[in-house]
């Protein structure tokens, strides 16, 4: 009888442990992704959103500049600038 109160607990934590370790990390905010677009494109948001690109996830941000759209794409989960191109105003998607 010891040995299954030993087994039952174990059992247990190998069936959590999996799904503890397959939790996806917090990352950076919808907040801090736009400061971090704005600092390299400065400019008007027109267009923020979080998307699932190139097997990962990104926050997008299309960022007005005069006559042409900005857009900066930032990894949620690192801060770093994933994509920077210039777009014509009548091309956004």
């Known amino acids: 009888m010891k040995k299954i109160a030993l087994i039952v607990p174990f ?9 503890a ?3 996806r990390p917090a990352g950076i905010s919808m907040a801090k992704a736009r ?15 979080r998307e699932r690109e190139g097997g ?6 299309d960022i007005r500049q005069g ?4 857009e900066i794409g930032v990894d949620v989960i690192t801060g770093r600038i994933v994509e920077n191109k ?3 105003l009548n091309a956004r998607d």
């Open 11 to 19: 059992i247990a934590s190998a069936m959590i442990l999996p799904q």
């Open 21 to 23: 370790v397959q939790a």
């Open 35 to 49: 400061a971090i677009a704005l600092k390299v494109a400065p400019g008007k948001v027109e267009k923020a959103e």
């Open 56 to 61: 990962g996830e990104r926050y997008s941000f």
């Open 67 to 70: 006559k042409r759209i900005h």
């Open 86 to 88: 210039f777009e014509a």
